[in-house]
Structures are given as structure tokens and as C-alpha cells.
């Protein structure tokens, strides 16, 4: 079975920061996805970024990028020029390819501080 | 576009009691998923449906859950009879028709049921 770990229960950062999210993942399967999801205090929570496993290259949405290390089986998420509006708890997800569940670390709840 | 709504967004109710959750995804996607977060822990699979069928229900923790998606349109999850154990969040998240190939569909997700049974 695949799990996913984010080791840090909670972070915090003062506006305009770079902030590092870190998650770890276990699984036997070669092809896969990896998502970076954000919950602000509203509660809806939306996709920050998404990964396919097969692509080398590292995913960059704007302000945020992964590295995405494979062999170690590690997708971390930073945060460049953090804004009050990063503050949210984010949540590192996994699914196998051709599977469609999602499969949630413990999330991490990061705050932005003025 | 309208996203993925919830119904309602808070319940409490007692031990033992029925309650129904709703959950309208986005208007023409086929996937819905159901997903719950216990109170600290990760946010766990519960069923998926693709259109008015059961794709997967391996999540569902017992027989007290019931899903359904009539029309496969909006799907309710009952829980009936509730217990301690059933309070959390529970999350809908909806996505389009996957394409053939290395492809998947992003999940779109509802703001979520806060449930509390007391």
C-alpha cells in the first residue's frame, strides 16, 4: 500500500520568505502522480501543482515549484516570495497511475506572519 | 462555473442518529469521489463513482455508509446509525472524464461536511 509523510506538522515564515514544505512517499509502482494541495482557512481546498512521476523535469506554477527526487521517493514544495495568502494547511498527495483515489499525507500548517 | 458544493457544511447530531450529506460536483464531470479527515489524522478515500456506478468503494469503513449518485448527477453519503468515531470532515471532489494515456484529471475538491456526533 502507498503511503505519504509530511513530517512537518506545522511551519512558520515571515512574509516574503522562501519556505520549503517537505513530504516522503512509499510505493512499488513505477508510474504515478504527485499533487501539492492548499486548504486556507476558507476550507475549499484547490491543486498548488501536480507531477507525473515519468517526467524528470521539476513542476513550476509561479511562486511555487517542487523537487521532485524519485529515487528517494521525495516531492518537496517551495514557496518563493511568500504572502499572507500562502497560509493555509497543505496537504502532499499520491495516485498510482490508472488509479483515481488520492492517497493524503497529514498535512502541513503553514502560516505567514507580517 | 460553479465549483463542487456541500450540504451542509456543519451537522451535529447524536449517537446513533441518521444523517445524509450531499455533495453537487461540477456540472458535466463524470468522477465524484467521496474523502474523510478524522479529527488530526490524513485525509483518507472513501468511493468513487463514475456517473451513477461504484467504481471503487474499497474505503468505506463499514455497512452503517451508504453512498449513492442517482442520475449520476449529485451523490449522498448516509451514515446510519452514527458513532463516535464517524465525526470528521467529509470531502466531495469531482473531475472530468479521464482520457486514454498517461493522463489523469485533476480533482476538484468541495469545502467539506463537518460532522461532530456527540
Known amino acids: 500500500a502507498q503511503t505519504v509523510t509530511q513530517s512537518q506538522p506545522e511551519m512558520s515564515v515571515q512574509e516574503a520568505e522562501t519556505v520549503t514544505l517537505s513530504c516522503t512517499y512509499d510505493t512499488s509502482e513505477n508510474n504515478y502522480y504527485l499533487f501539492w494541495y492548499k486548504q486556507p482557512p476558507s476550507r475549499q481546498m484547490i491543486l498548488v501543482i501536480r507531477?507525473?512521476?515519468?517526467?524528470?523535469q521539476n513542476a513550476t506554477e509561479n511562486r511555487f515549484s517542487v523537487n521532485f527526487q524519485k529515487a528517494a521517493k521525495s516531492f518537496s514544495l517551495k514557496i518563493s516570495d511568500s504572502q499572507l495568502g500562502d497560509t493555509a494547511m497543505y496537504f502532499c498527495a499520491f495516485m498510482t497511475w490508472g488509479a483515481q483515489k488520492l492517497v493524503f499525507g497529514q498535512g502541513t500548517r503553514l502560516t505567514i506572519n507580517p | 462555473e460553479a465549483g463542487v458544493t456541500q450540504f451542509p457544511s456543519h451537522s451535529v447530531i447524536e449517537k446513533g442518529q441518521t444523517v445524509t450529506l450531499r455533495c453537487d460536483p461540477i456540472?458535466?464531470?463524470?468522477?465524484l469521489y467521496w474523502y474523510r479527515r478524522v479529527m488530526g489524522k490524513e485525509i483518507k478515500f472513501l468511493l468513487h463513482?463514475?456517473?451513477?456506478?461504484?467504481?471503487?468503494e474499497s474505503g468505506m469503513p463499514n455497512n452503517r455508509f451508504l453512498a449513492e449518485r442517482t442520475g449520476g448527477t449529485y451523490s449522498t453519503l448516509k451514515v446510519q446509525p452514527a458513532e463516535l468515531e464517524d465525526s470528521g470532515v467529509y470531502f466531495c471532489?469531482?473531475?472530468?472524464?479521464?482520457?486514454?494515456?498517461?493522463?489523469?484529471?485533476?480533482?476538484?475538491f468541495g469545502p467539506g461536511t463537518r460532522l461532530t456526533v456527540l
Open positions: 507531477q507525473e512521476a515519468y517526467k524528470q
Open positions: 456540472s458535466g464531470h463524470d468522477n
Open positions: 463513482f463514475v456517473k451513477e456506478s461504484k467504481q471503487d
Open positions: 471532489a469531482s473531475s472530468q472524464e479521464v482520457a486514454g494515456g498517461r493522463s489523469t484529471d485533476t480533482q476538484y
